[in-house]
């Protein structure tokens, strides 16, 4: 089993992505993930993943072109630290979700 991209937004593109297997989550979960990478690339620049490991992990992983003057490496660390504080419950749920629904996994 590989590394499943939930979600994604590039600064370069101007584009944001929901992987269509995951087009069954609830409005406002789709929305606070969109609203959480696209704001990510507009403070910070470059692009942001959230990658689902193997074992269901969720995984933010960020990356930036070598020429992007704009891109704030120390800024992108807090703000991936601010995004696990505040949105933990969030990705939890989320985590819950695909071991259930993806990987097959009960929970008593």
Do not use: W
Request: with cysteine; aromatic share 12%; proline share 3%.
């Amino acid at each position: 089993m590989e590394e499943v991209t939930l979600c994604g937004a590039s600064c370069y593109t101007k584009k944001y992505y929901l992987n269509p297997d995951f087009e069954g989550l609830p409005p406002m979960v789709k929305d606070e993930l969109k609203i959480m990478c696209v704001m990510y690339t507009e403070e910070v620049s470059g692009t942001i993943q959230l990658i689902y490991e193997e074992d269901g992990a969720l995984r933010i992983q960020v990356d930036h072109n070598e020429d992007d003057l704009l891109y704030d490496e120390i800024g992108s660390a807090l703000e991936v630290k601010r995004m696990q504080r505040e949105r933990t419950e969030l990705f939890e749920a989320l985590e819950t979700y695909y071991k259930v629904v993806f990987l097959g996994e009960t929970f008593e």
